[in-house]
């Protein structure tokens, strides 16, 4: 790990786990307890552990920016990797992002093969929060920034169809595959009924989802609940926290440790992104639990082509709402949405290509 962003300053690994062990240049580690030894790594997890979410947002604002993409990695860093790296002698290097790219200059690393995992396209995501009005952090971000950084490994991994295409016209020398988020099923189970004026949202406290909430309350949330005043609204993770007082039929369930009840319980989710790239991992989490989505075309971004996707998308908020209120009146199949991710996001289809690289 490069940079610690624990829960908290310490966190216990769960016993018998995937990650019995970790190592990075900033934590220490003491049996099955995991310490960030950075102060600005351990005060940023006690802030977020403890402040309202509004609050540790205000913190951020206050240094400068809206939204951080990322934080490209340190010389001091890139040497403490490279070193164990070069120790091991892997077949291999999985890079995350291309914010760590730079690591790959390391002279000790010169002749390894590496794969960088993108995630994003992020000169499209820093464009389109810079139009939106927004601070962000890099404060600048091209094309051409980001095809140097991703031309230093020796193949690139998209997470979805459309940024492989772009990728591959940003780095032509550059193999490039697709491979999404997996996603396995998860059915709702028998004696669990779903509540049929229940929507829910599951989401962080990053930007995208905060602006499209806040346009959802705004600009869609009146209207429904005129049209439907038993309507209510679920909000699972750091977003409802970070978005302060809640209207009228929101609630906030914060983290939650599974989200099966959530997603079982709600007869529809919602999805009002208005920015952002990359896939949409909300969306197989709705669709895996036999839930359908009102999306905005941009959340639908990124998602599988299919004849049938448990998709509804609208983008203004009159068709936004009026759509709503019609899902839950058609009550759409959930077999559909089930089918749907056994079709495209099966495990082993999706991590096929990247198999078959590594083996190559």
């Known amino acids: 790990m490069t940079r610690p962003r624990l829960p908290l300053p310490v966190m216990r690994l769960a016993k018998g786990g995937p990650f019995a062990s970790v190592s990075g240049p900033r934590l220490v580690q003491t049996g099955r307890f995991l310490t960030a030894a950075e102060p600005r790594a351990a005060g940023a997890a006690l802030a977020r552990a403890v402040l309202p979410g509004r609050l540790w947002r205000g913190g951020r604002q206050a240094r400068g920016n809206d939204v951080v993409l990322g934080a490209f990695i340190s010389d001091d860093e890139a040497a403490w990797i490279g070193a164990r790296i070069a120790a091991a002698s892997p077949d291999f290097i999985l890079i995350d992002t291309m914010f760590r790219t730079r690591l790959l200059d390391r002279p000790e690393l010169h002749g390894m093969r590496a794969v960088v995992v993108t995630h994003d396209l992020f000169h499209r995501r820093h464009a389109a929060l810079k139009m939106a009005g927004y601070r962000v952090e890099p404060a600048t ?163 599988a082509s299919d004849s049938r996707p448990p998709i509804f998308v609208a983008d203004q908020p009159a068709t936004f709402g009026a759509t709503i209120l019609a899902a839950l009146a058609q009550q759409p199949v959930e077999d559909d949405a089930l089918a749907f991710i056994s079709r495209h996001y099966a495990a082993a289809q999706v991590f096929a290509p990247l198999t078959d690289l590594l083996e190559a």
Request: net charge positive; glycine share 10%; hydrophobic share 45%.
């Open 141 to 303: 971000l091209t094309r051409q920034d980001e095809a140097a950084l991703l031309d230093r490994a020796g193949a690139i991994v998209a997470i979805q169809p459309e940024e492989a295409e772009f990728l591959r016209d940003m780095c032509p020398d550059r193999p490039v595959i697709t491979v999404p988020m997996p996603a396995a099923t998860q059915p709702r189970p028998q004696g669990v009924r779903r509540d049929p004026d229940r929507l829910v949202f599951v989401g962080s406290d990053t930007l995208p989802n905060l602006d499209g909430l806040r346009w959802f309350f705004d600009a869609i949330w009146p209207g429904l609940r005129a049209a439907r005043p038993q309507i209510a609204l679920d909000l699972a993770g750091d977003c409802g926290i970070a978005i302060g007082r809640m209207p009228p039929g929101v609630r906030r369930l914060g983290r939650v440790a599974d989200l099966a009840p959530a997603l079982h319980g709600a007869a529809l989710a919602i999805a009002p992104l208005r920015t952002g790239s990359g896939l949409k991992v909300k969306l197989l989490d709705y669709a895996r639990h036999g839930l359908w989505t009102v999306a905005t075309n941009e959340a639908r971004t990124g998602l």
